[in-house]
């Protein structure tokens, strides 16, 4: 099993910045990739960045040149700057890693976090 706990989020004014943290504990062998979703109030989850274990990331359009995600393998963290904020990135924000096995075969499941909200106010 593995834990993923967030923290960071807040309450901000558009063009305001934040980071996210996300801690992992656990098995942390099972996992690799961390990423972040964003869930808007009534939709579905929708992935905002992603890190592998090596460093190499992907962000979805609309958030690129504005956040950065980052990891500390070390301290089994990942981070999430988010600077020039706007209205749009309001959400909860969670902390995901899909389970694979030692092959790095994907076992078809996530670990989830609890989520920390982010409300971006104009």
């Known amino acids: 099993q593995v834990q993923l706990v967030e923290s960071g989020g807040g309450l901000v004014q558009a063009g305001g910045s934040l980071r996210l943290t996300c801690a992992a504990s656990?098995?942390?062998?099972?996992?690799?990739?961390i990423g972040w979703y964003r869930q808007s109030s009534k939709k579905q989850r929708d992935l905002v960045a992603a890190i592998s274990i090596a460093g190499t990331t992907n962000y979805v359009d609309s958030v690129k040149g504005r956040f950065t995600i980052s990891r500390d393998n070390a301290k089994n963290t990942v981070y999430l700057q988010m600077n020039n904020l706007k209205a749009e990135d309001t959400g909860v924000y969670y902390c995901n890693a899909p389970r694979i096995d030692q092959s790095g075969i994907y076992l078809g499941y996530d670990y989830w976090g609890q989520g920390t909200q982010v409300t971006v106010f104009s």
């Open positions: 656990g098995n942390i062998g099972s996992i690799n990739a």
